[in-house]
């Protein structure tokens, strides 16, 4: 059995990743009384750098406050190894004389671990835990960090709403998402009337147009006298290019160092108010980017997720015992259950919304995906109707 | 005695504007039973148009779940009466037996009062209540609605600084505000160390500058290794202009009916991402608008803010029977108190933060700041501090 340990944390942070994490240091202490457990700082790049914290001795009153904090307590990485990197990797946690690495992340985190069993050839084990606030891993019925972070969308979307009642006028909100809607369905999770916003969802599941888009808002304005909508930062056109890239002039686009559009910058904010104005002249319209926000909000930490993180940790820790794997959080039809799962079925794999949580115009959410979102955040304030 | 109550919202919604509007009703029905007690419709427009809501029997179990429910239940508008449309409204009131007529707003608000009081020449009591999230009142220590989006900021960049503790860069985060900074420099009473961002802010207080911007920055990134910004949309340039003019196109900046600037959209933001790239390309960084998240969140609303909110709406129907004014909230010293003071000490003007809250190059907050803030919102939230 495993006796040392390494864990860090990839990808971008939750409100929940350091409970996945002190779950896993928790749970590696009682199994392994006298356990060596070394996080390395900013994920993969810790590892190749040698730059370890020693959480072995770290009193647990300390890591309880620090499971409770947002974000990544070790520090994370964009860093995507290639097979020289991989290397690195490996001879350092050799270095340590590691029995399992733990890396807390989302599918590319899971694809780092993938490589690094199949080049270390069974002589640790390599455990992948699930985190990431787009809820886009495979196998997983939801992942740790989703539901908090879809508490502050569904919030924030309930909130505007009401402020639109009282001052009417279109309302955009940018939320991030780059392949998959979760979190921009999200917004949806609240409404508590036929009346209630998000009256339009835009995903990246479905191509979007700006000419049906407008239209969308027009009608809606006639129905409800104002138009809230909540749109994904990576919703794509029909030929299936960012709709930020037919909207803004090329030499404004970034790129990051994988090649990944920028997507939800003022940019694409911009090019939404333009569209209004042109096709909505006249009307009031207000374009938000919730960018950061939602992510790892200290307000909105939902302790359904924060427990499913911890548990999350401590199950990485008995699949390390088993020969590594990703530890998938399912749902047996009655309560999320924790399953290891071969890393290949998850690593590099994005799950989308399915098919059927979205009507056909694309426009909104079917009462399949309503369905889904109640069963994962059900309404938590009691709201007042207002009288206009 | 006052024995018809006319009672409104004006302005920007907050998250406990009911409160006072449910403060009114209740305290109105308990001081005068048997009250006729009319909601107007979408402020001053609902006295024009004779749209009103009778809240005279409206369940009190309904009316609490109202209170507990941001932005405001009987409408809003941003209509400032010009003399004939207060003839308008004059006659409106006089036409449903008003006694007194409380009017939840700004200082606009209080305005349209001093207005009406003038043209009734003492038929009827003009009260007006004070709501905010700018917490530019004169004659208040801060007025309701600040403390809960306050609150939303100080947490929003508590944990934006985590996100970037965890990976690096520089973050621009704009807040609502005019003509007062209050609302971006609550962003930082929940710092919890001296590495905490945000690490600068700016306010409309101090003469802004795109190339100082740049060296505060770039002297940030020096020394914490990133930097978080918190920034109000109104922030203007050494010549009084509001620095979106001066770094956006004349043919895309928007005006409001009152001719003022519209500030936080997309424009400013994108100028923002512009100026960082120019000034340090290469270098990560994220621009956020908070735009209307703060300002009516759900999940965000303070309980010393709901009962102030509520007792200033109750105070309003004291002062009605004492001729009407507007009703201040003020420090004593120890605790916040209720006062009367007369509409003109109000009317029309603008709060500014205190000279000696705010550092001398304009760039951060003095102690005095900082102990305001923290009177206002104490730390709500143990943090543990990460390990990077």
């Given at each position: 059995?495993?006796?040392?340990?390494?864990?860090?944390?990839?990808?971008?942070?939750?409100?929940?990743?350091?409970?996945?994490?002190?779950?896993?240091?928790?749970?590696?202490?009682?199994?392994?009384?006298?356990?060596?457990?070394l996080g390395a700082r900013h994920g993969v790049r810790g590892i190749r750098d040698g730059d370890y914290v020693d959480l072995s001795a770290v009193p647990e009153e300390q890591l309880l406050r620090i499971a409770g904090t947002p974000s990544a307590a070790l520090g994370s990485t964009r860093d995507k190894p290639d097979a020289a990197y991989c290397d690195l990797v490996l001879a350092g946690l050799k270095k340590q004389g590691a029995d399992a690495f733990i890396y807390i992340g989302g599918n590319d985190t899971a694809g780092t671990q993938e490589i690094l069993a199949e080049a270390a050839g069974g002589s640790m084990a390599f455990v992948h835990a699930p985190k990431t606030i787009d809820n886009d891993l495979v196998e997983n019925d939801h992942t740790p960090g989703f539901i908090s972070a879809a508490e502050?969308?569904?919030?924030?979307?309930?909130?505007?709403?009401?402020?639109?009642?009282?001052?009417?006028?279109i309302y955009v909100g940018i939320v991030m998402g780059r392949h998959a809607g979760f979190l921009t369905a999200a917004a949806a999770a609240w409404r508590f009337d036929e009346d209630s916003g998000p009256h339009l969802i835009y995903v990246p599941e479905r191509a979007f147009?700006?000419?049906?888009?407008?239209?969308?808002?027009?009608?809606?304005?006639?129905?409800?006298?104002r138009c809230i909508v909540a749109v994904s930062e990576g919703v794509?056109?029909?030929?299936?290019?960012?709709?930020?890239?037919?909207?803004?002039?090329?030499?404004?686009?970034?790129?990051?160092?994988?090649?990944?559009?920028?997507?939800?910058g003022g940019d694409l904010g911009l090019a939404f108010e333009q569209a209004l104005r042109d096709g909505l002249p006249g009307k009031r319209a207000r374009v938000d980017t919730l960018g950061y926000m939602p992510r790892g909000n200290?307000?909105?930490?939902?302790?359904?997720?924060?427990?499913?993180?911890?548990?999350?940790?401590?199950?990485?820790?008995?699949?390390?015992?088993?020969?590594?794997?990703?530890?998938?959080?399912?749902?047996?039809?009655?309560?999320?259950?924790?399953?290891?799962?071969?890393?290949?079925?998850?690593?590099?794999?994005?799950?989308?919304?399915?098919?059927?949580?979205?009507l056909p115009d694309g426009n909104?959410?079917?009462?399949?995906?309503?369905?889904?979102?109640?069963?994962?955040?059900?309404?938590?304030?009691?709201?007042?109707?207002p009288f206009v």
């Open positions: 059995m495993a006796t040392t340990f390494v864990i860090a944390q990839g990808g971008g942070p939750t409100a929940v990743i350091n409970q996945t994490m002190v779950g896993a240091v928790l749970d590696a202490r009682k199994r392994h009384p006298g356990a060596h457990i502050f969308v569904a919030g924030a979307f309930l909130s505007v709403d009401l402020d639109f009642r009282a001052l009417p006028g147009s700006v000419p049906r888009f407008i239209d969308d808002v027009r009608a809606t304005l006639d129905k409800h006298k794509a056109t029909e030929d299936g290019r960012p709709l930020v890239e037919s909207l803004v002039p090329p030499d404004r686009l970034e790129r990051d160092a994988h090649g990944n559009l920028k997507l939800s200290i307000a909105t930490i939902s302790p359904v997720d924060a427990a499913e993180a911890f548990e999350a940790g401590a199950f990485a820790v008995e699949l390390a015992g088993k020969g590594g794997g990703s530890v998938a959080l399912q749902f047996d039809g009655k309560k999320a259950v924790m399953r290891g799962v071969p890393l290949a079925s998850v690593a590099g794999k994005t799950r989308h919304m399915p098919d059927d949580f979205l909104n959410l079917s009462d399949a995906g309503m369905a889904y979102l109640k069963r994962l955040a059900p309404a938590k304030y009691e709201v007042g109707k």
